[in-house]
């Protein structure tokens, strides 16, 4: 297989909203670079991409997916990510080790929610790009709206193209660089027919072209010197465009159709030429915790990133990389230095979808797959043993969706344990842990739709069933009042008995200021050595709470009165005077019981706007404020954690879609007197069964 240099290779990452056309643009990409001889379809579930169970069986994308096309002596890595929200965390992968972005956009839906948290993602890592608006042949396409919408909201977006006649039967496009019309065959992998221009469109032509050298001539003095002495000459153009691409003062907009191949050649076209290589930008990683600069070179120290972990039948863990600098060979002995630990390097692939082809190295900028390696995960730096670097890893969004499981079968906990953290290595976007407070198995993800496919592997790829239930709440229990509380232990039963005597008084902290014990006793009516004693009592009871079983927090508790025995006085003694000397000024001191609270941000478009926040209010919630996002709405506001269970579902019901949030924890807050009878209710009716 060719090995390319690093300046004939551009790894792209295509991103948009969900059933935007990203996985149709992919496959064309494939089908005119001859890499396959027939196009697949989504909902045929035949495509490159598409080839895991879960996305034949769903008709999206789940996974980010390498595929690679050779084209015009360059070879292009394209990473085809999901558009749906809850797959968010492989569009950051993608994009993470791409040089540059392919935002897909829709000629009939336009700017979605998927688009603009793709283009969160990259305006983080400061990628250049190029814009695709493909589904022009749809009915009701309208490119203009399109353009304008892309130029408002992501800035210098700058057409290199326009469509002759867009919606059904669309095949021709004015390509404002050859200042011809490109007529098509559709479905054909054939290149276009180059035929001038109308003349009832040459006057927009002209303009249009105008507007892209004028953008050209500002990337820099120079070229705005030449612009100024006369027109800029074609390689000044292109050498104008490329800078411009790499400084990410233009983004280039082309159009076409990714199910029809027409005007994919141009996108693969420009992507050669004027798309960044590896070489173009700056690495950057870290050493002894100082920053130093890589130099992309093959014959430089290695060093590669793993971005994707995935658990493939009959081959074990796959780990998608990217070389940053050296060349990657089998056999070679490398250290991890994300964990300090040494891999040997077995057998290395270079994918394609689902079809792998073993090499025997991966130079610098190019795209492989490991298998079989001990102790590497996603967002792992290997390395040269002698020269470490950590290269920066991939900051994953916080899970917005919380469920519980528990085994079908029983004595499957371990095997479900085990699964979940093999899913978890191959999804850092998922996690899991086992609450001993709520007794639960709880799994964090994305949306019900990503933990839905995470149940499905569970019992796909290691044979267990799982039930789903609602997380039960981390209430918390606390005073509202300081109170005082006595206890008096006395226990004879023949022989030694058991005496401790104990006063104390509790006070509320502030919210989150945790637990205060204060000593205050004097003249040694409780002997010192038992006040380690009392404390432990209190904490128990505290731990096992007193309202409902929930934890009790916030207050301090000062020993200032008791008496003992000396003989009968024990450890034992003093720890149940303690604890129930504190439940008795529990009770006084009006205790209330406190929720989780967290805070939510919805990203909609305006339309939705009301329902969302009538929801939101429905769900007890409080409305911190609205802002405009380009063209969407979003909203902030804090509700309880009870209230948002299934809230992303719900979210996407009432928004066709078009609606997503995210969600962390803010701090506790009372429960309101009647829901707080209510669970304190429940509590004591299960404590009885």
């Known amino acids: 297989m060719r090995e390319y240099a690093p300046d004939a290779i551009r790894n792209i990452a295509l991103v948009g909203h969900g059933s935007c056309g990203k996985t149709s643009l992919a496959e064309a990409m494939l089908f005119s670079a001859g890499e396959i001889n027939r196009m697949g379809k989504v909902e045929e579930g035949n495509t490159r991409s598409d080839y895991t ?28 990510t999901p558009g749906y929200p809850d797959f968010v965390g492989e569009v950051k992968a993608g994009l993470r080790v791409a040089d540059n972005f392919v935002v897909v956009l829709s000629a009939v839906e336009g700017i979605g929610v998927g688009t603009e948290r793709a283009w969160e993602f990259v305006e983080e890592y400061g990628l250049p790009g190029f814009f695709f608006v493909t589904q022009m042949d749809r009915e009701y396409a309208d490119f203009d709206k399109v353009l304008q919408a892309a130029k408002e909201r992501f800035g210098p977006v700058v057409p290199l193209q326009f469509p002759l006649d867009g919606g059904t039967g669309f095949h021709r496009i004015v390509d404002l660089l050859k200042m011809k019309v490109l007529t098509y065959s559709p479905g054909s992998k054939e290149r276009p027919k ?20 004028e953008a050209v001539a500002e990337v820099s003095e120079e070229l705005m010197e030449r612009y100024f002495e006369g027109e800029l000459g074609e390689e000044e153009l292109k050498e104008g465009i490329r800078q411009g691409v790499r400084e990410r003062s233009i983004f280039p907009l082309l159009c076409g159709d990714g199910l029809s191949n027409i005007g994919v050649d141009r996108l693969l076209d420009v992507v050669s030429d004027y798309g960044a290589t590896p070489v173009d930008g700056e690495v950057v990683g870290a050493r002894d915790g100082e920053e130093v600069r890589i130099s992309p070179e093959p014959d430089a120290p290695l060093s590669l990133l793993v971005f994707k972990t995935l658990s493939e039948p009959h081959v074990g863990e796959l780990l998608f990389f990217r070389v940053y600098s050296g060349t990657l060979r089998s056999g070679l002995e490398v250290l991890n230095s994300s964990k300090g630990s040494t891999e040997r390097i077995g057998q290395i692939y270079m994918m394609n979808g689902n079809e792998r082809h073993e ?26 043993r002698g020269e470490p670097v950590v290269l920066p890893g991939i900051r994953f969004p916080e899970p917005v969706i919380q469920i519980a499981v528990s085994p079908k079968a029983k004595g499957d906990e371990e095997k479900i344990n085990s699964g979940l953290a093999r899913l978890h290595d191959e999804d850092p976007t998922f996690s899991f842990r086992v609450d001993p407070e709520l007794k639960q198995t709880i799994l964090e993800g994305m949306g019900e739709m990503h933990l839905e496919v995470i149940i499905s592997k569970l019992k796909r790829k290691f044979g267990v069933d799982v039930n789903v239930e609602e997380p039960k709440i981390p209430y918390r229990e606390t005073i509202t009042i300081p109170a005082e509380g006595h206890h008096r232990h006395k226990k004879q039963t023949g022989g030694r008995g058991q005496y401790g005597e104990v006063y104390l008084k509790i ?50 508790a000062t020993v200032y009165d008791g008496s003992f025995h000396p003989v009968d006085s024990n450890d034992i003694s003093f720890k149940i005077a303690g604890s129930m000397a504190f439940k008795d000024a529990f009770m006084k001191a009006k205790p209330v019981l406190l929720e989780p609270i967290y805070e939510v941000e919805v990203v909609v478009p305006e339309e939705y706007m009301g329902d969302v926040m009538g929801d939101l209010s429905g769900r007890r919630g409080k409305i911190l404020g609205m802002e405009a996002r380009g063209p969407f709405q979003v909203v902030r506001a804090l509700v309880p954690l009870k209230e948002l269970y299934r809230y992303s579902t719900t979210l996407r019901s009432m928004t066709q879609g078009r609606g997503m949030h995210t969600q962390k924890f803010s701090h506790y807050e009372q429960v309101p007197q009647e829901i707080a009878e209510k669970i304190i209710q429940e509590a004591k009716e299960a404590k009885e069964k």
């Open 194 to 213: 180059e035929e001038p221009i109308p003349s009832e469109l040459e006057g927009r032509a002209e303009e249009m072209r105008e507007q892209l050298v």
């Open 53 to 80: 169970q879960d996305e034949k069986e769903r008709q999206i994308s789940l996974n980010v997916t390498v595929l690679q096309a050779h084209w015009k002596d360059v070879k292009v890595n394209i990473l085809d």
């Open 359 to 384: 090499v025997g190295s991966v130079t610098t900028g190019d795209i492989g797959a490991l298998v079989k390696l001990r102790d590497t995960h996603t967002g792992d730096t290997l390395c040269e």
């Open 507 to 556: 006070e509320p902290l502030e919210r989150g200021a945790g637990f205060e014990f204060v000593d205050a006793i004097t003249g040694g009516v409780i002997p010192s050595k038992f006040i380690p004693s009392v404390e432990k009592g209190i904490r128990e009871a505290m731990a096992g709470g007193v309202l409902a079983g929930y934890p009790v927090v916030d207050l301090k």
